[in-house]
């Protein structure tokens, strides 16, 4: 048996998307700025699909702006920021995403402030509204929604609210949380958020970034005028309407994928619990996205080997996010949580293709490697 538990890293392609594509590629390949047929063909494609996007989370049309991924528009977003809505303080924490993290240290001329969390990766509420009192000049708050080692969920509603009477921006990398949990930007105001295609059964390539019609920004990457002067380069067609065709698949059966994926995951738990009472939840188990389980495995004599392992026996997994593979570093979240390095941590993510069948799998191949 062949299991894939890292959805959290990427997800397979849903069938009913491939099919969309594969129809996008055969019959609608012109250029969506070309005035032929098959060109304004092609741009009913991109419109549709940014409409079909916007409905799904609360937003309208015009606040829609394609990009390559979910890295690419927390790029934009915070370049934006800083360049067009002028920023001079960003509050952020250290848990962020190495695309947000690492962009907001790359600003020049920005004061930059980190906001306490718990051990378990909550954001200190009480200190973030210290911190946005405290800033002296225009601030951006970014703070991811679901964190994609941990999966503990940042309050929205409650970071939305103290921002507005602030008078700060708030951008939120809602990757992990977009086609998961439920989202309204009619209610909760929220400037940029960012969303990644391959992460909810879409294709790889394709994201978009959410820009609140109240600011008004401009192109970091530079072209032909496309998605209106914010974004140049020809649009990727396919992967727009595939992530449209993926985004709307998963907003109609959120609720039941949610419960599907929380029985799961608890289900795993509760077998990993057998295997030893030395396994420790890496963030909250109850403040946590279902669709992420982070766990600190016992050491052993094979610890050290435990992903190959597990690859070995055919079990995809990460330790810890798959942004960072290749580093010699480790985790920086894990780190951030005070996470012993010496003990194996493992991220187990599940997806509503995933089954008991799959968890019973994984858990007995748990036992023989600690056996």
Do not use: W
């Not at 069938?15 to 019959?27: D, G, I, L, N, P």
């Not at 049309?61 to 394609?66: A, G, K, R, T, Y």
């Not at 993926?246 to 419960?259: G, I, R, W």
């Not at 939840?281 to 403040?287: A, F, H, L, Q, T």
């Amino acid at each position: 048996m062949k299991v894939y538990f890292d959805n959290a890293a990427t997800t397979p392609v849903a069938e009913e998307v491939m099919q969309e594509a594969v129809e996008v590629m055969r019959h609608h390949f012109g250029n969506p700025s070309s005035i032929h047929q098959q060109g304004r063909d092609a741009r009913s494609l991109v419109e549709l699909a940014r409409k079909k996007i916007a409905t799904c989370i609360g937003a309208q049309s015009s606040e829609i702006v394609f990009t390559a991924g979910g890295s690419e528009a927390d790029n934009l977003a915070i370049h934006a920021a800083v360049h067009d809505l002028g920023v001079k303080v960003i509050i952020t924490s250290t848990l962020e995403h190495s695309a947000v993290y690492n962009t907001i240290k790359s600003q020049k001329g920005v004061e930059v402030a980190y906001v306490n969390f718990s051990a378990q990766g909550e954001i200190d509420i009480v200190h973030l509204e210290e911190l946005l009192k405290a800033a002296k000049e225009k601030a951006l708050v970014s703070l991811m929604h679901v964190n994609n080692e941990v999966g503990t969920i940042l309050p929205l509603e409650k970071v939305s609210a103290l921002c507005l009477q602030n008078g700060a921006l708030f951008h939120s990398d809602t990757v992990q949380s977009v086609g998961h949990l439920p989202l309204n930007l009619a209610t909760t105001k929220i400037d940029f958020i960012t969303c990644s295609a391959h992460k909810l059964h879409g294709l790889k390539g394709s994201g978009f970034l959410y820009v609140s019609k109240k600011n008004k920004i401009t192109a970091q990457i530079i072209g032909g005028g496309q998605e209106r002067d914010i974004r140049g380069g020809t649009e990727n067609v396919v992967g727009i309407v595939a992530m449209a065709k993926a985004l709307s698949m998963s907003c109609e059966t959120m609720e039941q994928d949610a419960k599907k994926v929380k029985e799961l995951k608890d289900y795993f738990y509760e077998g990993l619990q057998s295997i030893s009472a030395e396994i420790r939840v890496n963030g909250s188990y109850e403040n946590s996205s279902s669709y992420i389980l982070n766990v600190c495995l016992p050491k052993n004599s094979s610890s050290s080997m435990l992903l190959f392992n597990l690859d070995i026996e055919g079990i995809a997994v990460s330790g810890g996010s798959a942004c960072s593979s290749g580093s010699h570093l480790g985790s920086r979240v894990l780190k951030e949580l005070a996470v012993d390095s010496e003990v194996p941590a493992v991220r187990f993510s599940f997806s509503r293709y995933n089954t008991k069948e799959e968890v019973d799998f994984v858990v007995e191949k748990l036992k023989k490697l600690y056996s």
